[in-house]
């Protein structure tokens, strides 16, 4: 829906009918680029057929709104409903098949947040690193730490001592809770942080977390350097639990002034185009984009429903849309401890019989690619996020699993994290779906700011009450993308079409100048994947000194599969501009690098090729 902010002459949608069926196929764009819905739901069409109205291309929400706030605290309104749960399955880990119900939920919550404040003094303005794979308890510390008032940072496990020694420094964490499988680079970073430092790390504290329940801590109240080493069953079992948010802090009050002053949470972003920067997101940017997300999901995903989600907590699109929003509203996670594996994927997807799966486009490439031995048959639908997935896989997928759709949704950390979704009855082919309810969008162009209509291609910005804080200790780089007036510029190369359906294009940071002409990434991926003899591939840009900047392809071919370069190229060739074409060249590799979410790591694959020796 388009917002005019000119003045309108009301037309009614038989005129509007008439219109575009009597005009050629140029006016017919420019009408639907001006029609418009206002906030009350009228249908008009603008006064002015001037390009000046491209100006005023302000995208609304179809969505109801949700209510403004104020909202309670996170861990008050996840938990809100739990009494009514009671002892359903909440949790499910397909690595070891321990589980946790609403109520082992509610008791380890409250427990875990009263050991954090009041033995382990953690309240507001103190952070908190939970460094762990998926956990049955992963939701209990999140809300727990909540609790206190105090900053949680979700930390990737795979990082290595060196790299949690960074996120030390960045965050000058008090407590650590670090998985059994994990705690020995925790130990190794905070001995870093404290040789490079000439002094004692702020870690005053380890809180392991045992892989298994059965698990026994041979490691309780160890000391390295000034840090003690205890075990999560010893916040567990804290004799006098909280009973609100509230009763963590001196006073109620205290508590309601500090939910939007500190950050709930600290997600580092993935650094795939720079240095990774801590995104300060509020207890009510959850909340919110939870209720956005209900507005949308809640229509057809019941909490008698099911979900599996192999996506990491640590990721924003792994801890809000799947673990938050299953806590908060009923519905049975499946989840794994484990390295994915495809098999095992499907294996508990026959097993667990879920309704709805949450998925990247990597897996999503691997379902359509392999051979499925497994009745997948429960499953209804498939939300794809956190990179763009071609509209041909979304419907390989759909006629490999005859049951199931597939549909998709755009956010980013920044967005707490969702910025647009499908519905799951109307939803089309290769769109990231719909602005959220309460969410204002717009396309602005590259080269002059101006706001763009549909079919336009420029970067995306996002204006509602899941915006970010900004970023931590960064006032430059929090400036650069967040207006005063409340707009984040995503960064995100993007079109809308006259229906108010969004479609990712590439990141604007990784479009490349070739002779002057924009040329992005994804496009040619999303081409070549078309290819019947590749299976994966990323396009970087390579450096020219008559163009410029020329692309190349870093190509996955099928198993047994042969095809030369110079085969692929000519094929590019005949479906591509000039300036899009392959340049640069070819080189086969066996894997493309992506980080979890399913981005290509496309800054690994520069830094590579810029040190291989030039072949011309």
């Known amino acids: 829906m388009i917002i005019s902010k000119t003045g309108t002459t009301m037309m009614n949608s038989k005129a509007i009918h008439e219109v575009t069926r009597s005009t050629n196929t140029k006016q017919k764009f420019l009408l639907a680029r001006l029609i ?269 429903h099911s979900l599996i989600s192999p996506l990491p907590f640590y990721h924003i699109y792994g801890l809000v849309v799947s673990l938050l929003y299953t806590a908060r509203n009923g519905q049975t996670l499946i989840t794994s401890s484990g390295r994915f594996d495809l098999k095992d994927f499907c294996h508990l997807v026959e097993r667990h019989k879920p309704t709805r799966a949450h998925l990247v486009p990597p897996i999503i490439l691997g379902l359509v690619k392999t051979p499925i031995q497994h009745d997948m048959s429960s499953l209804k639908t498939i939300i794809s996020a956190a990179a763009s997935l071609p509209a041909d896989l979304e419907e390989q997928v759909s006629q490999k699993i005859r049951s199931c759709k597939v549909k998709q949704g755009w956010g980013m950390s920044e967005l707490s994290p969702l910025g647009t979704l499908s519905s799951d009855d109307y939803h089309k082919a290769g769109s990231v779906g719909r602005l959220v309810s309460s969410t204002l969008g717009k396309i602005i162009d590259l080269e002059n700011g101006e706001n763009l209509g549909p079919g336009e291609i420029g970067e995306l910005a996002i204006k509602g009450p899941q915006v970010m804080m900004g970023y931590k200790d960064n006032p430059d780089a929090t400036a650069e993308c967040l207006t005063e007036d409340g707009w984040l510029k995503t960064g995100d190369i993007a079109y809308y079409d006259t229906d108010g359906f969004f479609y990712i294009t590439d990141r604007k940071k990784e479009m490349m100048k070739v002779r002057g002409f924009p040329v992005f990434p994804a496009e040619l991926e999303a081409l070549l994947v078309t290819h019947d003899h590749i299976q994966d591939v990323a396009v970087i840009p390579k450096l020219c000194d008559s163009s410029g900047e020329v692309p190349k392809a870093y190509v996955v071919l099928k198993p047994n599969k042969k095809v030369e370069e110079e085969e692929i190229v000519a094929w590019v060739k005949e479906r591509v501009s000039p300036h899009k074409r392959l340049a640069g060249g070819i080189t086969f590799t066996d894997e493309i690098p992506k980080s979890p979410s399913g981005k290509i790591l496309r800054r690994v694959l520069r830094d590579l090729d810029r040190r291989m020796p030039d072949r011309n």
């Open 36 to 304: 418009t819905i206002n906030i009350n739901g009228t249908t008009t069409c603008s006064r002015y057929l001037s390009t000046s109205s491209r100006h005023h291309n302000v995208i609304q929400s179809p969505f109801p709104q949700i209510p403004p706030g104020p909202y309670s605290p996170i861990s008050d309104f996840v938990s809100e409903n739990w009494h009514q749960f009671g002892s359903k399955v909440a949790i499910v880990d397909g690595t070891t098949d321990q589980s946790r119900t609403f109520q082992d939920y509610d008791i380890s919550m409250r427990s875990i947040g009263a050991s954090l404040r009041h033995r382990l003094g953690i309240g507001p303005g103190d952070i908190v690193l939970l460094f762990s794979p998926n956990h049955v308890d992963y939701l209990p510390m999140i809300l727990g730490i909540g609790m206190t008032g105090a900053t949680v940072s979700p930390i990737n496990p795979l990082s290595t001592p060196m790299e949690l020694r960074k996120m030390i420094q960045k965050t000058r964490p008090k407590v650590i809770l670090a998985h059994e499988r994990v705690l020995e680079v925790a130990i190794q970073a905070i001995s870093l942080e404290s040789e490079s430092n000439s002094c004692d790390s702020t870690v005053e504290h380890i809180v392991c977390i045992p892989h298994l329940d059965e698990y026994k801590s041979t490691m309780a109240n160890t000391n390295t350097s000034k840090t003690k080493i205890l075990h999560l069953n010893d916040l567990k079992h804290y004799s006098s639990p909280l009973q609100a948010s509230s009763t963590a802090t001196p006073s109620a009050d205290d508590f309601s002034q500090i939910l939007d002053v500190n950050p709930f949470i600290l997600p580092f972003s993935s650094g795939t185009t720079g240095l990774p920067k801590g995104i300060s997101l509020s207890h009510s940017n959850l909340v919110a984009n939870l209720l956005q997300t209900h507005v949308i999901e809640g229509a057809s995903f019941y909490s008698h």
